[in-house]
């Protein structure tokens, strides 16, 4: 039973998402084949280093953390494909961008 608790507990790890909130979510632009060009702006954690790596002295090292950014992403959506659920809530518009699986890009410098 532990066993089986310790990997329901690494795949629960494996499904959660770096989206912390979508900010934005918009049509950009439609194809003339009836394509739709999507752009979400969301908050998405561990994009950008707050804190550098320390190597040297040993004592004293420590990793890079990296903290939360907006970002943006581009997705495309065919005619008959399910729309995502802009007016819907925060949760529905993550688990909807999260299936997607995003190339995010951070928007700017700020955290």
């Known amino acids: 039973m532990q066993k089986q608790c310790a990997k329901l507990a690494s795949n629960l790890f494996l499904i959660m998402t ?11 632009l439609i194809d003339k084949d009836g394509t739709a060009n999507w752009i979400a702006v969301a908050t998405i954690d561990n994009m950008v ?9 040993a004592d004293i090292a420590h990793p890079a953390e990296y903290g939360p950014a907006v970002c943006s992403a581009c997705f495309q959506l065919e005619l008959d494909d399910v729309p995502p659920p802009v007016d819907g809530t925060d949760h529905d518009k993550i688990q909807f961008l999260d299936g997607l699986d995003l190339d995010w890009e951070v928007d700017s410098d700020d955290i």
């Open 18 to 28: 770096d989206i912390i909130s979508v900010e934005n979510l918009y049509i950009d």
């Open 49 to 57: 280093e707050t804190i550098a790596a320390r190597y040297h002295p």
